[in-house]
């Protein structure tokens, strides 16, 4: 069993910026692929950004060139690096990770809030 935890969200400004981190824990496979989902109220999860063990990336279209996805494999953690944030951004945000095609295990949630 995974065990995910995120931590680094909170309320800010559009324009301003925020860094959530994801620590991994417990029978870890290798490689694996970790990631950034999110949900707003009302909507479905949606991909935000992914990252495999040899750091190859995937962002959606929305957050290309102001979210930057990383990751740390001795620290076993996933970090995200969002700038220039949008009212359009405030969602519950998810860590995970999977194996192949599949994203096996998911963090709590963290909340992100951007005022206007």
């Known amino acids: 069993q995974v065990q995910l935890a995120e931590s680094g969200g909170g309320l800010v400004q559009a324009g301003g910026s925020l860094r959530l981190a994801c620590a991994a824990s417990g029978s870890i496979f290798w490689p694996n692929t970790m990631g950034w989902y999110r949900q707003a109220p009302g909507k479905q999860r949606e991909l935000v950004a992914t990252?495999?063990?040899?750091?190859?990336?995937n962002y959606a279209d929305s957050v290309k060139g102001r979210f930057t996805i990383s990751r740390d494999n001795a620290k076993k953690e996933v970090y995200l690096q969002m700038n220039t944030l949008k009212p359009e951004d405030t969602a519950a945000y998810y860590c995970a990770l999977g194996y192949r095609t599949s994203m096996n295990y998911w963090g709590q949630g963290i909340q992100v809030t951007v005022s206007s």
């Open positions: 990252i495999s063990v040899s750091r190859a990336t």
